[in-house]
């Protein structure tokens, strides 16, 4: 064992029918926007995404599905939400032929720079 650390758990993984997708949402923000790629310092990147809509009756959560389907390309139908209805960090279901969804996403990611990289979630800020 060298010491280094171990690679990050990517923001995005295949499913047999389409790709889940990790997030951390800021909701309220002044424009909404997908920021990069984020390290929650747990081993896992996500990514991080602002939207206008405040955390009310779900309010922000369909916002980041509108937001994400809009950025993908994908009718907002095609995704739903698998966790974190109420948190901030959120896991969502993206169903499509997942070869294409990987893609998009890859190429999405790509077009983002890493996203407060050196600096770890902190909690619920």
Do not use: C
Request: aromatic letters at 2%.
């Amino acid at each position: 064992m060298t010491g280094a650390p171990s690679p990050a758990r990517p923001a995005w993984r295949a499913r047999e029918d389409g790709i889940s997708l990790d997030l951390r949402v800021a909701p309220g923000a002044r424009q909404a926007a997908i920021r990069g790629v984020q390290d929650v310092g747990d081993g896992r990147d996500v990514l991080a995404v602002a939207v206008r809509a405040k955390a009310q009756h779900g309010k922000a959560n369909k916002a980041v599905i509108a937001l994400i389907a809009g950025a993908l390309g994908i009718a907002p139908a095609r995704i739903s939400l698998m966790t974190g209805a109420g948190a901030r960090l959120k896991s969502l279901h993206l169903e499509s032929d997942p070869q294409t969804l990987a893609q998009s996403v890859s190429t999405l990611l790509a077009q983002r720079e890493p996203f407060a990289r050196n600096a770890s979630y902190r909690g619920s800020s």
